[in-house]
């Protein structure tokens, strides 16, 4: 049956399906994408969620190329350790849409998102203004957060930093996690362009968190017109391994030995450094309880399932590789060890690693292939399909790119993702390791196959 509000403007209505909302936000404007704030900014006085958070809350806003949900979860994840209520904006989800909207952990209700959209629609419609998708439910998460009188707020920008709908809120704490090419169309094709962009969040004397060695000159300008606080890694702190289970963390103020977490170091310690630099109470009893029990799904995200081991990693350019690979190669040697060492005494075959990949169309694939394909790490087969989305990189697309690089004969292609991750489920041992990386939809359509 079809749905009666693909085809109509008509508002849905408080007991509309939050699926209904999703879709009509999804077709009451021209363009998925359209940035910019003097649509939204009206909207949003009208809800009294700049006041909210400016007045009741502290703010960490995250942008970066890579690694924000990492941060973001990280630091939400301390914050609520020590007992503040905490707020934590991400996007995009992985199964379902309240992933993106929680409140100390918790993921939000149906009923949550659809009252705070309908309260949204009856504002952009009183304001007599179009909104993106995206606008609508970042303001619907913001007002959800401003209704709960939460303590923090920690919000992810999803795309730039200065034009992004989460730039409406003032932090009292900005990071940047990196800086690479993505999003050439909206951002720029290089470093001091994509740089200003997202030096966009930084605000007057404000403090902030820079977590990358090198940085354009136009990152280091903004610093330097809001007079903004900066500490940088490699300068003002840093980390280092210890052993498999524990790492170190310095500042000027402190040394830490820390439990490891199952996300990315760099991560982690650009989310430790915002936490330590801004004026909340939190303590080391706090940030190793966090640091133990912090997850994000969909990052360097190790799972069983149908007795087959996989790993996976929502990468999708050539520096979200690079953090991957960083990870998969100790993990790879100690699967391995860890595989031969607890066999039976029936000999097992040498672990392989197989790979569930796609990606989006308009992605640098041919780079994030050959980052995969020459990363020296036993890779068997490659078993690709065609994502569900309307950017989604052909199975033509995909073999194209993958024969530069590897004998054809290992590259296998589905019509889907549920198709071929069954072959994967066929064609690999218990022993072996099924990566899946290269988009959100990727990871999510994966999981969705698995059911998990």
Not at 46 to 51: I, T, W
Not at 301 to 315: I, K, P, T
Not at 341 to 363: R, V, Y
Request: aromatic share 8%; charged share 20%; glycine share 6%.
């Amino acid at each position: 049956m079809s749905d009666p509000l693909a085809s109509s403007s008509m508002t849905p209505t408080i007991t509309a399906s939050l699926t209904e909302w999703l879709n009509y936000m999804q077709q009451i404007h021209v363009s998925a994408i359209d940035m910019g704030l003097s649509r939204v900014l009206p909207v949003a006085e009208a809800l009294g969620v700049v006041k909210s958070a400016k007045d009741d809350a502290y703010v960490f806003t995250v942008a970066g190329t890579n690694g924000k949900g990492s941060t973001t979860a990280v630091i939400a994840q301390m914050c609520q350790a020590v007992g503040y209520k905490t707020a934590l904006y991400q996007s995009p989800h992985l199964s379902v849409f309240n992933e993106r909207v929680r409140i100390n952990g918790e993921m939000v209700s149906d009923k949550t998102l659809i009252d705070a959209f309908s309260k949204v629609e009856a504002a952009r419609l009183e304001c007599d203004l179009t909104l993106s998708f995206f606008e609508m439910i970042t303001l619907a998460a913001l007002l959800i957060f401003a209704e709960a009188d939460c303590d923090v707020w920690v919000l992810e920008v999803g795309l730039g930093g200065r034009l992004d709908v989460v730039n409406i809120i003032d932090p009292d704490m900005a990071v940047i996690t990196n800086i690479g090419i993505d999003h050439v169309d909206w951002l720029g094709d290089n470093v001091e362009d994509i740089g200003r962009e997202k030096a966009g969040i930084l605000r007057q004397g404000i403090s902030f968190i820079y977590g990358a060695t090198e940085m354009p000159t136009s990152v280091q300008q903004a610093i330097d017109h809001h007079q903004a606080i900066c500490y940088q890694v490699g300068r003002d702190f840093s980390y280092r391994d210890i052993s498999p289970n524990k790492w170190q963390y310095s500042n000027a103020a402190v040394t830490l030995q820390l439990p490891r977490p199952a996300l990315s170091l760099t991560n982690t310690a650009n989310a430790l450094s915002a936490v330590l630099a801004s004026p909340l109470n939190v303590d080391t009893n706090a940030i190793e309880q966090a640091l133990q029990t912090v997850k994000l799904a969909g990052r360097f995200d190790y799972r069983e399932s149908h007795h087959r081991q996989w790993l996976f990693d929502v990468a999708h350019n050539e520096q979200g590789v690079a953090f991957l690979l960083a990870q998969l190669r100790p993990f790879w040697q100690q699967h391995v060890t860890h595989m031969i060492k607890h066999s039976s005494q029936e000999p097992i075959g040498m672990p392989k690693i197989n790979m569930l990949f796609s990606m989006l169309g308009d992605k640098d694939i041919d780079n994030v292939v050959k980052h995969l394909t020459q990363a020296g790490l036993p890779i068997r087969d490659w078993f690709i399909a065609e994502i569900d989305y309307p950017r989604a990189a052909s199975t033509d697309q995909l073999q194209g790119v993958l024969a530069k690089y590897i004998d054809t004969r290992h590259v296998h292609d589905f019509d889907g993702l549920q198709a071929a991750t069954e072959a994967v489920i066929q064609a690999s041992q218990p022993q072996d390791l099924i990566v899946v990386c290269g988009s959100f939809h990727t990871i999510g359509e994966a999981l969705a196959a698995l059911t998990i």
